[in-house]
């Protein structure tokens, strides 16, 4: 298969660059989620920080309800930057699911 070792060197060196650049392309990444209808907006990057918070201003008298969808959101949020670094990963497996029954 490798003829020498430095063929399975390149080869190594062509995988760390697309894991690098697999990795800077889900961090550029951006999700938004809502809750409430619309009256709590969540924006976060690809790493999983908080990069914006929109709060309708009618929630501001509503401390409790405010801080459930709030939890909501940021939740939600977490739940699809997770779903798109696993589903990035098995990408670059080839589609390769090692969990998945058949």
């Known amino acids: 298969?490798?003829?020498n070792l430095g063929d399975m060197g390149k080869l190594f060196e062509g995988m760390q660059e697309q894991a690098?650049?697999?990795q800077e392309e889900l961090e550029s990444k951006t999700f938004s989620v809502k809750?409430?209808?619309g009256m709590v907006e969540i924006k976060m990057n690809g790493k999983g920080e908080v990069v914006d918070i929109?709060?309708?201003d009618s929630l501001l008298q509503d401390k409790e309800?405010?801080?459930i969808l709030?939890?909501?959101a940021l939740n939600d949020a977490y739940r699809?930057?997770?779903q798109n670094k696993q589903q990035s990963?098995?990408?670059a497996l080839g589609g390769f699911n090692p969990f998945e029954r058949k």
């Open 1 to 3: 298969m490798f003829d």
């Open 54 to 56: 929109d709060i309708d």
């Open 20 to 22: 690098k650049k697999l």
């Open 89 to 91: 990963a098995l990408g």
């Open 70 to 72: 709030l939890m909501g």
């Open 65 to 67: 309800s405010l801080q």
């Open 35 to 37: 809750s409430g209808g």
């Open 80 to 82: 699809m930057v997770e």
